[in-house]
């Protein structure tokens, strides 16, 4: 019998979280059950956040600025949108997307 392990780390990658005007700094990890963003301790929003991936509505690529293709935009059930901006966006989109109950 194999007992699968909870929030194992399957991505911890350097990312920015947009915050009204402000692009927090921080790092985002991502575990099989969610995503947890945590700002570098000089943001003046300082706050971390946790999204769990069963709240997730929809992951999708976002260009900042209007024309940056470097953006995720992660969509959850309440319809609540976060913005980031990470390296290799199509892997952790991919990833996501596939965690995604329907």
């Known amino acids: 019998m194999t007992i699968h392990e909870t929030n194992q780390e399957q991505f911890n ?12 700094g921080g790092k985002m990890k991502i575990t099989d059950t969610e995503i947890i963003f945590t ?7 300082s706050n971390p956040l946790t999204i769990n991936i069963s709240d997730i ?6 260009n900042t600025f209007f024309i940056v293709p470097n953006g995720i935009s992660v969509v959850v059930k309440s319809g609540e949108e ?13 990833h996501l997307n596939e965690q995604l109950v329907v």
């Open 57 to 62: 509505k929809e992951v999708d690529k976002r």
């Open 82 to 94: 976060y913005k980031f901006v990470v390296n290799n966006r199509q892997k952790i989109i991919t």
């Open 39 to 45: 700002p570098h301790k000089i943001n003046v929003q």
């Open 13 to 24: 990658v350097a990312a920015n979280l947009f915050r009204g005007l402000e692009s927090v």
